[in-house]
């Protein structure tokens, strides 16, 4: 399968347990295939495990968005790259890339993460208790999901966590790829906006926090930047609370519909870490942030990728490459599924992805405890997915117990 006549990007992921048909014959049929994107343009798609690590560890495939056949899965995806001066970490390449991680990187290592857990339990009981003391039925995904990442990157960033329904709202508009694009270029340029008043703020009065840390310390280096500082606000309160809350519904139900499994991690929480590592290769939510532009030519997979050609690695279908993990359409918590690129691969791996594992080993661990009667009000095949969405996850998971 090779003619782009036949394969237009992005597929619509209509159901949580099963994969889109085109992925499977994609990756059946070559570690390569050209399809058709937004835009009229054309790009490669790498639907295998082993050439999706290739692509996505090789500094000849660049991850700037500015470049001309970069592969947005959204019409008008581009619209959005106003000022060059705010790029986002995940927009760079070596050596500027480098070193805009290092001046984060500290504030996710895994003891600074260790040393949030108390904080972020706090959190997770607070949000039980307001459920359990709710009405039935009630909505996971309002009151668990989305508050509980959302929270914690509030208070790890310093920004208000009053302000949630503001950015969370830009948020949905900018990854909906339904949006329009004078709608997607309003909802960015909202949230810069916002962003820029908050940083303005605390370099008048730096705070204790990620983003005030960041402030004094780059002043002090003499490398300091208004414009830099919003991108790294932009990029880590997205990613922050929009992927996480995906995963602890997406997780949620997966529990729900394999009580089997779910059991091995209730009868022995010791083992809830390895099950995060397969939930998070079986729903893989991510795709969009693994695309690329290739700056020379590349062989992968037998298959030239000539200069300037646009890459999709499709994170979601190599995460179920049978080569790789056997019977990948079965959900086994003690699979030991680390090798997955849900988080991605090479120097773009998601830098606060032991954030995530805490906060999903945390929510997964009280939430079954707590409520081991919880069951999904709906059958699966009604429960609203974001299959509009450029992160895939659920908009309502009503629930009981």
């Not at 000022?83 to 927009?91: D, F, P, R, V, Y």
């Not at 019977?327 to 090479?346: C, I, N, Q, T, Y």
Request: aromatic content about 6%.
């Amino acid at each position: 399968m090779t003619a782009t006549e036949e394969l237009r990007m992005p597929v619509a992921r209509t159901c949580p347990f099963s994969q889109p048909e085109q992925y499977v014959r994609m990756r059946e049929a070559s570690a390569l295939t050209r399809v058709q994107i937004p835009g009229g343009k054309e790009a490669w798609v790498a639907s295998r495990h082993e050439e999706a690590r290739q692509i996505l560890g090789d500094r000849r495939f660049s991850s700037d968005r500015f470049l001309p056949n970069f592969p947005f899965l959204a019409e008008g995806g581009a619209a959005i790259l106003t000022n060059a001066k705010q790029k986002a970490m995940i927009g760079m390449d070596a050596p500027e890339h480098g070193e805009a991680r290092r001046e984060v990187l500290g504030e996710f290592t895994v003891k600074r993460v260790e040393a949030m857990r108390p904080r972020i339990q706090e959190i997770v009981d607070g949000l039980i208790d307001e459920l359990l003391a709710g009405p039935k039925p009630a909505d996971l995904v309002e009151k668990l999901s989305l508050p509980v990442p959302s929270l914690v990157i509030c208070e790890l960033l310093g920004v208000p966590y009053a302000d949630h329904d503001y950015f969370q709202q830009r948020t949905m508009a900018l990854i909906r790829r339904s949006t329009t694009v004078e709608d997607r270029k309003k909802a960015s340029e909202e949230l810069r906006e916002y962003l820029s008043g908050l940083v303005s703020a605390k370099e008048k009065d730096p705070t204790d926090d990620l983003l005030g840390r960041q402030i004094v310390k780059r002043r002090d280096q003499g490398n300091y930047d208004h414009d830099a500082m919003i991108g790294l606000a932009f990029l880590l309160l997205v990613a922050g609370h929009e992927t996480t809350a995906n995963m602890i519904s997406l997780g949620t139900i997966g529990l729900l519909e394999n009580p089997g499994q779910r059991a091995t991690i209730e009868a022995d929480p010791g083992k809830t870490l390895l099950a995060v590592e397969e939930l998070l290769r079986y729903f893989t939510i991510v795709e969009g942030a693994t695309a690329r532009v290739a700056t020379e030519d590349v062989e992968i997979g037998g298959v030239t990728i000539k200069a300037g050609e646009g890459v999709l690695v499709l994170g979601y279908a190599a995460n179920w490459d049978p080569d790789v993990f056997e019977s990948p359409e079965k959900l086994d918590l003690e699979r030991g599924a680390r090798h997955h690129v849900a988080f991605g691969f090479g120097p773009h791996q998601c830098l606060g992805q032991n954030l995530a594992r805490m906060e999903l080993q945390i929510v997964f661990d009280t939430l079954f405890r707590r409520v081991p009667t919880l069951k999904s009000v709906l059958p699966v095949d009604e429960i609203p997915v974001k299959e509009d969405a450029t992160i895939f996850g659920l908009y309502q998971l009503p629930v009981t117990w």
